[in-house]
């Protein structure tokens, strides 16, 4: 094992645990923290793949500033006096299943299958759009050509989510 699979799989550790913290969290600033942890590591995981840009915009516009902004709309709720559990037992015994479940589908796929980053309907492999397009438009093209609809779509979600945090804080002042 080298170096930087071991980092790999350091990081990816970190990711995985980041998105338990995550969902398991008890007040809204620990869920905070740990997704932010889950989005550093997942831009360390791009830096050492080789997706430089990839992994820098990660961690700055993510991790910074989506972060910070999610903060101050905790903040601006007050939402951090909950001291109510968030799921109960049943729900965490089904959480629990699914993402054994899944954890042990990526496994088996990982050491079973002979991986590429695209399907195998006739598209260029990862390293092919590199050479075509640069790393950065390896990512942009199919971003802003066959999931645009879903990229605009998230940017509508954060807007409505922004504007519902407003909404519901302007009632208490």
Known sequence: ??????LWWVFAALA????????????????????VL???STGVIFILLGAHFIGVVQVIVYAGAIMVLFLFVIMLLNLGHDYQPD???????AGASVAC??????????????????ASGGGMTAAQ??????????????????????????SLLLLAAIIGAIVLAKRRI
């Open 1 to 6: 094992m080298t170096f930087y699979s071991l």
């Open 16 to 35: 995985f645990g980041g998105g338990i913290g995550m969902v398991a969290g008890r007040t809204p600033v620990a869920s905070l923290l740990s997704l």
């Open 38 to 40: 889950t989005l550093f």
């Open 87 to 93: 799921l109960r037992r049943a729900g965490w015994i």
């Open 101 to 118: 479940g899944v954890l042990a589908w990526l496994i088996m796929r990982t050491f079973t299958h002979e991986t590429t980053l695209v």
């Open 129 to 154: 759009a590199v050479e075509q397009h640069g790393a950065v438009g390896a990512v942009a093209m199919p971003m802003f050509n066959e999931y645009v609809v879903g990229f605009e779509l998230t």
